[in-house]
């Protein structure tokens, strides 16, 4: 699941401004990363994406603050930098 071929998106925690990558072990649609990308803005450590129900809730998640990316790797993440801190 967390792997870079499932790494959507980014966003940042909204209390601590870490950024956070998204995951979707579904290719999502553009329709589809619309949709997500406005929960993620208003994301926050520790809180799911989308409610429980929510068509998205089992399918977009984003990985707690025990996954941290750096600005570099959010350019362009490689499935070594984004395990290394798994
Ligand atoms: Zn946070």
């Known amino acids: 699941m967390w792997i870079q071929n499932n790494a959507r998106s980014f966003t940042e925690c909204t209390e601590c401004g870490i ?3 998204i995951f979707s072990k579904k290719k999502l649609t553009e329709d589809q990363i619309a ?3 406005e929960p993620a803005s208003m994301y926050s450590c520790g ?3 989308f ?5 998205y809730y089992d ?3 984003v990985r707690r603050c025990s996954l941290t ?7 362009a993440p490689t499935e070594s930098a984004l395990e290394a801190r798994i």
């Open 47 to 49: 809180a799911p994406l």
């Open 19 to 21: 950024p956070r990558v």
């Open 51 to 55: 409610e429980e129900g929510h068509e």
């Open 69 to 75: 990316v750096s600005k570099p790797e959010l350019k």
């Open 35 to 37: 949709c997500v990308t």
């Open 59 to 61: 399918i977009v998640v």
